[in-house]
């Protein structure tokens, strides 16, 4: 938290030196198209994060245990596959 703390407040203070150096073209498309990306993504973000936290929240463990094999080489397809269903895939 401090070196972005820190970070933060070297950027305030360089400003003036940095905003003429900013003003190239590539630049500045790139850094739209950067920004555009992460707005367009954020909700599909924000949505995963929601249903793993309530998925976190409201299904007990013993669920998993159960549902899925006792064995980590077959229980990461049977789970792919379960996610799958789920989306309609």
Do not use: H, Y
């Not at 933060?8 to 790139?30: C, K, Y």
């Not at 899925?68 to 989306?87: D, E, M, S, W, Y």
């Amino acid at each position: 938290m401090e070196i972005l703390a820190l970070a933060a407040v070297a950027l305030l203070l360089l400003q003036p030196f940095l905003a003429g150096r900013l003003t190239n073209p590539a630049l500045q498309a790139g850094a739209t198209i950067f920004v555009s990306i992460v707005i367009q993504a954020l909700p599909f973000l924000v949505l995963g994060v929601v249903l793993s936290a309530a998925i976190a929240a409201f299904v007990p463990d013993s669920f998993w245990q159960k549902a899925l094999p006792k064995r980590p080489g077959l229980a990461v397809p049977v789970a792919g596959c379960a996610r799958g269903g789920v989306a309609g895939v």
